[in-house]
């Protein structure tokens, strides 16, 4: 595993969260 994959990660899931939050509304 790469370090610079840890955070791309955990910031692809909170555009995926806030993503799915506009689209619940």
């Known amino acids: 595993w790469n370090r610079k994959s840890r955070?791309?990660?955990a910031k692809g899931?909170?555009?995926v969260l806030k993503w799915l939050r506009?689209?619940?509304e």
């Open 22 to 24: 506009v689209f619940e």
């Open 7 to 9: 955070p791309l990660h």
């Open 13 to 15: 899931l909170g555009q």
